[in-house]
């Protein structure tokens, strides 16, 4: 059984940081996975944030492209979403996601339990 925790969400005033962690268990995931992080809003739908590839490529959504940066520490078992210049708009609860490599980002495998995060004005 894998298993993917979040942590580090919380609340912030528009413009600072936050740094989320995803802690992978049951397989070595990060290494070989993809992993993406997605969030969602009150109300809204899931929206795909970004993920990392195992040879640490990175994509984004335009949305966060320039703010938002993914890394991993294979030794840990974790996956880092950095969050820089937040703004009101990036509050939603956030999940981080696993899949295959050869799958696309509708095809994530495992999912974590989400992280609250609320940016005020």
């Known amino acids: 059984q894998v298993q993917l925790a979040e942590s580090g969400g919380g609340s912030v005033q528009a413009g600072e940081s936050l740094r989320l962690s995803c802690v992978a268990s049951?397989?070595?995931?990060?290494?070989?996975?993809?992993m993406g992080w997605f969030r969602q809003a009150p109300g809204k739908e899931r929206e795909f944030v970004g993920r990392?590839?195992?040879?640490?490529?990175?994509y984004y959504a335009d949305s966060v492209k320039g703010r938002f940066g993914i890394s991993r520490d294979s030794a840990k078992n974790t996956v880092y979403l950095q969050m820089n210049s937040l703004k009101p708009e990036d509050t939603a609860v956030y999940y981080c996601?696993?899949?295959?490599?050869?799958?696309?980002?509708?095809?994530?495998?495992?999912w974590g339990q989400g992280t609250q995060v609320t940016v005020s004005s």
């Open positions: 996601a696993a899949r295959l490599p050869g799958t696309t980002d509708s095809e994530y495998t495992y």
């Open positions: 049951g397989r070595t995931l990060v290494t070989y996975y993809i």
């Open positions: 990392i590839g195992w040879i640490s490529d990175t």
